[in-house]
C-alpha cells in the first residue's frame, strides 16, 4: 500500500519567507542561500531544532532542482509551471 506526500502549505509558506539568522547571509531567505553554503551545513551537520530542520529540508529541494518552487513565474527544467 502506497501512501501519497501531501506537503503542508503552511510550512511551505514558512520555509518560503524564513531567512537566515546569522553569518555571512543573515536576513537572506533559506530558499536563497548558495548551494555550496548548504551543502556546507549537510557535511558539518545542520543546527539542532526548526533552523535545522529547514536547512535540510533545502538542501533536498535544491539536490532535486526543486528551487522554482519559491520563485513565482518559474518554470521547471521541463518548461512546466509549478502546480
Known amino acids: 500500500m502506497s501512501q501519497e506526500l501531501k506537503p503542508d502549505p503552511e510550512e511551505f509558506k514558512k520555509l518560503a519567507t524564513a531567512t537566515m539568522p546569522f553569518g555571512k547571509y543573515a536576513g537572506r531567505r533559506l530558499v536563497d542561500l548558495p548551494e555550496p553554503y548548504v551543502v556546507w551545513f549537510k557535511q558539518q551537520g545542520f543546527p539542532k531544532g526548526e533552523l535545522g530542520q529547514m536547512l535540510e529540508?533545502?538542501?533536498?529541494?535544491?539536490?532535486?532542482?526543486?528551487?522554482?518552487?519559491?520563485?513565482?513565474?518559474?518554470?521547471?527544467?521541463?518548461?512546466k509551471s509549478p502546480p
Open 57 to 79: 529540508t533545502v538542501y533536498t529541494i535544491k539536490a532535486n532542482g526543486l528551487e522554482y518552487l519559491f520563485h513565482p513565474g518559474a518554470k521547471n527544467p521541463e518548461g
